[in-house]
């Protein structure tokens, strides 16, 4: 009995060790998706919040719905932004991929796509679905210094008939993005290391200035005083929105932050009282 268990576990352990490197090869070897810059990825947050409004003016008595792959979206994100916000506003009821089209995406491979009505009606009618969601992404680029987004959608029902059509077009610049650009690459960083950060910031910007703020008190202005208290502040304020400005969705968190501010406010006076003292 022993034996024959023993070599089960064998047989098993090297199939699993097997599958497990194949798995390793084909990470690594396998084809690989392109991504998005930071700019791209903006230009998509943005178009896909306005693509999800006009569809829930324009969609009729149209509630289940199938999201088909937008043609020209080698990365995914387009496609899976606008899926994340029509999930999150529940303006359309959206089938879940195929177990194929999950196995696809797991693999990095290109996942199909429909570019015309014919096909979105034919997706739509093959999944039980009243309608197909569909578009064709023409231009998605950034530049230097601008980026640049066309993409046409519609929306079919199974039995061939347009319910919508439209398109989205934008021209932007890295200026005009400037702030989300910074915020996009802000939240890599873990939530608690954002928050050290910050916190170590408001800590020791009023002790690496201390000089200035000793030259502001020494002239016994209350004004000058509480203009540079509200510079600082302020500095704290907008740190402290790039940081975690994209978690403020709750009360608590709001919350949270209104009392860091205040905290940090409280500082700023410590640390001017402080300087004040010194130079009596």
Not at 109 to 134: F, H, M, Q, V
């Amino acid at each position: 009995m022993l034996p024959r268990m023993y070599s089960l576990l064998t047989k098993c352990g090297t199939l699993f060790l097997a599958g497990y490197i194949a798995w390793l090869g084909w990470v690594n070897l396998g084809p690989r998706k392109p991504e998005s810059g930071p700019v791209r990825q903006q230009m998509a947050d943005h178009a896909v919040s306005e693509i999800a409004e006009t569809l829930r003016q324009h969609r009729g008595q149209t509630k289940s719905v199938v999201l088909c792959h937008f043609n020209g979206d080698s990365t995914d994100y387009f496609t899976d932004a606008l899926r994340d916000v029509l999930e999150q506003r529940g303006c359309l009821d959206l089938f879940d991929r195929k177990f194929s089209e999950k196995l696809r995406k797991q693999l990095s491979l290109r996942l199909p796509t429909c570019a015309s009505p014919a096909e979105a009606a034919k997706a739509a009618d093959s999944a039980g679905a009243e309608a197909a969601l569909y578009g064709v992404l023409n231009t998605f680029e950034s530049f230097p210094n601008a980026g640049k987004l066309n993409v046409e959608y519609g929306l079919v029902a199974a039995d061939g008939t347009t319910i919508y059509h439209g398109s989205y077009q934008k021209e932007v610049s890295n200026d005009s993005l400037a702030p989300d650009f910074v915020r996009s690459a802000v939240e890599q960083i873990p939530w608690f290391k954002r928050g050290l950060g910050w916190l170590l910031a408001v800590l020791l910007l009023p002790v690496f200035t201390i000089s200035f703020i000793r030259c502001m008190v020494r002239r016994q202005s209350n004004l000058r005083n509480a203009f540079v208290l509200a510079i600082y502040t302020l500095a704290d304020i907008v740190l402290a929105y790039l940081l975690v400005g994209a978690a403020l969705t709750g009360f608590l968190s709001v919350l949270f932050f209104i009392l860091a501010v205040a905290a940090a406010f409280a500082y700023n006076v410590r640390i001017m009282t402080f300087a004040l003292k010194l130079e009596e």
